[in-house]
Each structure stands twice: as C-alpha cells, then as structure tokens.
C-alpha cells in the first residue's frame, strides 16, 4: 500500500474510533445539535444544514459509529437520534477544566474581598 494511502487509512480510522476526532469537524457538531431537539431523518438535517444528503450521510455515520448518534429503520427513511452518552469522555475532560476556572474564580473572589477590606480599612 502506498504511504499515501497509509496516511488516508490512519486518519480515516482516527476519526472513525475517537469521539474527539469526531466532533472537531464543525458540520458534525451542528448535526449533534439538531439532534438534541429529537430524532431526524437525514435529509431534513443535511437541508437544514445546506449539505448535500450523501455528504451529511457520510458524517453521520462517522457519528455513529464513534456511538453519538443511534439510527433506526422507520418504513423507508432512516431517523437518527443523539446518543448523549457517547459524549461522555468529553464531558469528563471538559470537566477538568471547569475545576481549573472554579478555583480560579475562587482565587479571584478571595483577591477582590482582601482588597475591599484593605481599602476599608484607609
């Protein structure tokens, strides 16, 4: 196999197994979004979307298959639906941070009521 199309295979699975991956294409995360609103089939998201219906098919089955979206068989459309719990690592991640800003602000609160009383106190 070409080193060409080694890179291609890489990156393809990359994005096909990470969730973070996943969601660092823009168009994925607006498909998230709409989804959070209730299940669609995929030709009302790639309109809403301005995507052709093979493009938003080819994205939601990377969504799938990293488990956000969950797909089901309705008479000849296919409705997908957020699957929130794959967002899980994310949100575990993102979580560290939101610890790092409280405490900041924690620190930053604990500053500006030491300067109140220092200037009370003039």
Request: charged fraction near 30%; proline fraction near 4%; hydrophobic fraction near 40%.
């Amino acid at each position: 196999m070409p080193l060409w199309e080694y890179d291609a295979v890489m990156a393809r699975a990359a994005t096909t197994s990470d969730v973070f991956n996943a969601i660092a294409e823009p168009q994925r995360r607006d498909i998230l979004a709409l989804l959070r609103a209730g299940e669609r089939p995929v030709n009302e998201l790639a309109q809403e979307l301005g995507m052709s219906q093979p493009g938003a098919s080819k994205h939601l089955r990377v969504l799938r298959e990293v488990g956000l979206v969950r797909v089901r068989g309705a008479g000849k459309q296919r409705l997908y639906e957020l699957d929130a719990g794959g967002l899980r690592p994310v949100h575990e991640w993102v979580g560290g941070f939101e610890r790092f800003w409280n405490e900041s602000f924690d620190r930053l609160d604990t500053y500006v009521q030491d300067l109140k009383r220092t200037r009370q106190e003039d």
